[in-house]
T-cell receptor, first 114, second 112 residues
């Protein structure tokens, strides 16, 4: 079983839809949770990050972390064609034996069509 | 402030050739790392460094060497390229280990 599971999609939605992207994980030591957006043939770009449980909102994007369920989500409101990209969840344990490395999900391919 | 830069953007090698992928950051970050990204495999950690003079192996280190003589630079060396090393390589940095990492634009490497 992978430490981080993410549905690879692909996910196709109409413009204006609410998009929900999710990851589950098995390592209870993870403390930092991130979402990256990666456009085709580009590097991953940090979208949002949260520390421990809770919600964080930034414009049309909301990140949620539920550590009790080992589940994180990214919501995109009023989705736009420019949101079409691969979305990667990532998480890290700052201590322990992992030396702070990020563990990534497989990425979900999202297409928002006009 | 350029962030994380990588050169070259593209490279084609023949089996057995060696080369160095360059990575530099201007954010004074202590932690730097190299990933490779392959279809269906996600991002996999090759090597990482927690500061100048300190490096360690990640998940897939075989066939790669790194060094960190300065805070800014973290080159990745392919010793004897193999077709299995065809991939997209990303360098990333963060202020300290375990925190948010910032990625470079990537190097697309093809080994024939």
């Amino acid at each position: 079983q992978k430490e981080v599971e993410q549905d690879p999609g692909p996910l196709s939605v109409p413009e204006g839809a609410i998009v929900s992207l999710n990851c589950t994980y098995s390592n209870s030591a993870f403390q930092y949770f991130m979402w990256y957006r990666q456009y085709s043939r580009k590097g991953p770009e940090l979208l949002m990050y949260t520390y421990s449980s809770g919600n964080k909102e930034d414009g049309r994007f909301t990140a949620q972390v539920d550590k009790s369920s080992k589940y994180i989500s990214l919501f995109i409101r009023d989705s736009q064609p420019s949101d079409s990209a691969t979305y990667l969840c990532a998480m890290s344990d700052p201590g322990g034996t992992s030396y702070g490395k990020l563990t990534f999900g497989q990425g979900t391919i999202l297409t928002v069509h006009p | 402030n350029a962030g994380v830069t990588q050169t070259p953007k593209f490279q084609v090698l023949k089996t057995g050739q060696s080369m160095t992928l360059q990575c530099a950051q201007d954010m004074n970050h202590e932690y730097m790392s190299w990933y490779r990204q392959d279809p269906g495999m996600g991002l996999r950690l090759i090597h990482y460094s927690v500061g100048a003079g300190i490096t360690d192996q990640g998940e897939v280190p075989n066939g790669y060497n790194v060094s960190r003589s300065t805070t800014e630079d973290f080159p990745l060396r392919l010793l004897s390229a193999a077709p299995s090393q065809t991939s997209v390589y990303f360098c990333a940095s963060s202020l300290t280990s375990g925190r948010v990492q910032y990625f470079g634009p990537g190097t697309r490497l093809t080994v024939l």
